[in-house]
């Protein structure tokens, strides 16, 4: 399902996964690693104006998935190591993040109206605090009219069962982003599971396959673009039973 509205937000850019003809672009990847390299510098610069600026330019060039899986994600991640092998302060890693974050909640005031369906709630594990991979798929789903209720980060079990029952969610997603923090998301993953909903997972500390074994629910993958295509068509589904 693709929102008719997607095509005409971010000037132009489709947020569909299915951007074959982007992929076989032979000039995307040096784009997009240019891209990388622009925000990581306007980060030790402390310039969020230029993080976002180069944000816009990748949803411009590959459209709103691809600038997620393609650059959110990735410099994530690179701002993560760097943090930990000591090439950033935490000033600069901060503002990097926040910036991201901005970015993200901006693009989702562009999002077309919702279905009138419950929504679904995303939750970081007890002990993650990484929130961006969340907020990301948030607003991928978001541009497919799928409503969401996004609880942040380090959210309990009990405080992520109470969300989904109140909110009479359409189903629940769980991201964990530290592999240490791992068994404390499973036990948020078995508590939603047991409310008899469709329970999905995603995040780097699901990525090793050994990680994901005897789990309730669905695995997302590591693109979220993928991801987003997959939790809705199981809502959809869903609603035609």
């Keep these: 399902m693709v929102s008719e509205a997607a095509p005409f937000v971010g000037g132009g850019a489709t947020t569909d996964h ?10 995307a990847e040096p784009v997009a690693a240019q891209i990388l390299r622009s925000m990581l510098r306007a980060a030790r610069l402390l310039d969020p104006v230029e993080v976002q600026e180069q944000l816009d330019r ?20 690179r701002l993560r190591r760097l943090l930990a092998n000591g090439e950033q ?14 970015w993200l909640s901006h693009r989702a005031s562009f999002a077309p109206a919702p279905l009138s369906i419950g929504p679904i709630v995303l939750a970081c594990g007890p002990r993650d605090r990484d929130t961006v991979g969340m907020e990301s798929l ?13 609880l942040g980060a380090r ?17 629940v997603i769980v991201m964990a982003s530290d592999i240490r923090r791992l068994p404390q998301a499973v036990v948020s993953l078995q508590a939603a599971h047991a409310l008899d909903l469709p329970v999905f997972f995603s995040g780097p500390a699901f990525a090793l396959e050994g990680s994901r074994l005897d789990l309730p629910g669905q695995y997302l993958g590591v693109r979220l673009g993928l991801g987003c295509t997959i939790v809705v068509d199981t809502v959809l589904m869903g609603l035609q039973r």
Aim: hydrophobic residues 50%; glycine residues 2%; aromatic residues 4%.
């Design 18 to 27: 299915r951007e074959s003809a982007a992929h076989t672009d032979p000039t």
């Design 58 to 77: 990748a949803a411009a060039a590959f459209g709103i998935a691809r600038c997620v899986d393609d650059i959110v994600m990735p410099a994530t991640r």
């Design 89 to 102: 302060t935490t000033a600069q890693h901060l503002l990097a993040i926040e910036s991201l974050r901005t």
């Design 138 to 150: 948030a607003l991928l789903l978001r541009f497919q009219r799928v409503p969401c209720r996004v």
């Design 155 to 171: 959210v309990t079990p009990f405080t992520l069962t109470m969300a989904a029952q109140a909110a009479d969610a359409m189903g």
